[in-house]
């Protein structure tokens, strides 16, 4: 075990991270609320309403890897609040675009917002390596959890920052952008001058530690990114996370111009977006918690057939409570997904190897959800809103599917070791 100084310290860095994500999520649930019909109204077209969260999300995905490697050689610290700086720049272009009627540079906001929550998610990890590996599972659900304090408010801060603007004379939709300069710079000020020590430095002392105690060497050379990327519990955990991410952005971003479509006001989608991020980010510790208790292969099936239930429901009404229902349960079966995943890629892997997976997965993670917002959009524009549920469905059956593939005899030894 930790001394008390040791885990007293990763309790209070714990609760830093908790305020700094809150603060992230809140103004990036707030961008999203709108981005999608901002897109429609600047480009004169709904064919490429998708377009703006695939380049936020493609954004995402190639700075991912990049980023994890700066937190590697600097620390978490570090990485984090270069993230939130970017965060700042990108909600200046984001109302530089609306104030100028900008698609293109719509665009660019978008992709330093991408750029910004990459360095954020990393937060998870670094939650996660700060306490010992059967209490994994629970801290980054404790982390996750912070989404809900910000995600829940972002959405309902979104027509009075709206009326706030236009009381100044700026058009009403740069309000989001506003919050998002606003609340990424609070959490470069929590970030850069509270995360100390740095996560990093608990995790090797505490890796050290553990190394002792089962009278193990310390390991100095990472394998090989091959050799990792080849172990099952990698592959799945990978897996998992893909399709979760997929599902859950494919439906979400596509559901605001749905409502729009049905004439349903700023403040109804803001109900439903709020009811995804509760289901999103409400219960993870209690998921953390079943993790840990359960296992973590359980817990991706019972996500894949959460979210099969949200994409079976979504096309059935347009009733905006029955759309936040089906909303948190996508919400919430991306939780299960996401958090199990994240706690079986790092188990196993030592300080030097865990970046380097984590930046993978991140980067893979996020090009297929860029993918799948693109495909989004224009299947929306072809087929409509049942269709963009049809494919959520798919992908949600393949994911038990899978999960049910990996978990045979012959894997299940390496799958839990």
């Not at 236009?166 to 850069?192: E, Q």
């Amino acid at each position: 075990m930790t001394s008390s100084y040791d885990l007293k310290t990763s309790q209070r860095l714990l609760y830093t991270l908790f305020a700094a994500q809150s603060l992230s999520s809140a103004a990036q649930i707030a961008v999203f609320t709108l981005i999608t019909i901002s897109a429609a109204q600047l480009a004169g077209t709904e064919s490429v309403a998708g377009v703006p969260s695939s380049t936020l999300t493609f954004a995402q995905a190639l700075s991912a890897y990049p980023i994890a490697m700066v937190m590697g050689r600097f620390g978490r610290r570090v990485g984090l609040s270069l993230g939130y700086a970017v965060g700042i720049l990108g909600g200046l272009v984001g109302m530089l675009a609306i104030m100028q009627h900008s698609f293109p540079l719509l665009l660019v906001g978008a992709a330093l917002l991408g750029t910004s929550r990459a360095s954020a998610d990393q937060g998870r990890f670094a939650a996660g390596e700060m306490f010992h590996e059967n209490e994994r599972a629970r801290m980054i659900g404790r982390l996750i959890f912070a989404g809900t304090i910000g995600a829940v408010v972002g959405p309902l801060l979104v027509a009075p920052s709206g009326r706030l603007m236009a009381s100044l004379g700026l058009p009403s939709d740069t309000g989001t952008w506003m919050l998002m300069m606003v609340f990424a710079g609070l959490a470069l000020l929590l970030c850069f001058f509270f995360l100390r020590p740095d996560p990093m430095t608990i995790a090797r002392l505490l890796e050290a530690e553990n190394n002792a105690a089962r009278q193990i060497e310390d390991v100095g050379t990472a394998r090989p990114l091959s050799q990792l990327l080849a172990l099952p519990r990698v592959q799945l955990a990978i897996i998992a996370v893909i399709i979760s991410q997929t599902v859950m952005v494919v439906l979400m971003v596509m559901t605001p111009l749905h409502m729009h479509h049905l004439h349903h006001p700023t403040e109804a989608i803001s109900l439903v977006l709020a009811a995804h991020a509760l289901g999103m980010y409400g219960f993870s510790p209690l998921t953390g918690y079943m993790i840990d208790r359960f296992g973590r292969i359980p817990m991706l099936v019972t996500g894949g057939a959460t979210l099969i239930a949200s994409c079976l429901l979504a096309p059935l009404s347009g009733n905006e409570f029955v759309l936040a229902g089906v909303l948190f349960l996508l919400g919430l079966g991306w939780n299960f997904g996401y958090v199990a995943g994240a706690s079986l890629l790092a188990t196993g892997l030592h300080g030097k190897e865990r970046t380097r997976v984590q930046g993978i997965n991140d980067t893979l993670v996020f090009l297929s959800a860029g993918f799948g917002s693109i495909g989004a959009g224009a299947l929306f524009a072809a087929s409509g809103y049942i269709a963009i549920a049809i494919a959520g469905f798919i992908l949600s059956a393949a994911l038990i599917v899978l999960v049910l593939w990996y978990n045979r005899p012959q894997l299940r030894v390496e799958m839990t070791s």
